[in-house]
Each structure stands twice: as structure tokens, then as C-alpha cells.
């Protein structure tokens, strides 16, 4: 039970960066959101932290809160049928 949980959390993960790079790549997206999505990628990617993730508890509290405060704040400025379309898109893949 537990494994196919980690399946379906894994392709939330997955579909949610495919609606993204849809997002950042619409014409529609504003500067501002763009901007936000990158440094939200970036983060992730990077490899330092602002806390150390050897800082036990602080150290994976500045991801779990700095991402997911940067894609609010870039989906807040883009227009909701934009990350609709992405959606749909997203969703019609993974159909056929």
C-alpha cells in the first residue's frame, strides 16, 4: 500500500512540473510569474540551501516552505485559464 502511494504522490509531482513548463512557455504568463517559477526550479535544483539540510528539522523546513510559497505567488499572478489549459493539455497526455 504504502509503494503505491509513493507511485501516485510521484506523478502528482510529475504532472504538477508538466503543467509549469506549459505555464512558463504561454505566451499569457506574466514576467512576474515566470520570474517566481524559475527561482522555485532553481532552488530545488541548487545545490546549497539558506539553512543547511544538515540542521535537523530546519534544514528541510526552508524547502518545504520557500518552493511551494514561490509557486503560490507566481500561480496568484497568472491567469487562472492559462493553468487551465495546462492542465487540460496535461491531462489529454497522459489519456492518450
Known sequence: ML???LR???RSVKR???VY???LKDPRTPPKARWLLGLAVGYI???FDFIPDFIPGLGQLD???IVPTLIKLALRSIPPEVVEDARAR???TEAG
Request: charged share 25%; proline share 5%; glycine share 4%.
Open 3 to 5: 509503494a503505491a502511494r
Open 8 to 10: 501516485n504522490i510521484a
Open 16 to 18: 504538477e512540473v508538466d
Open 21 to 23: 513548463q506549459l505555464v
Open 45 to 47: 535544483v541548487l545545490p
Open 63 to 65: 524547502d518545504a516552505l
Open 90 to 92: 496535461v491531462k489529454g
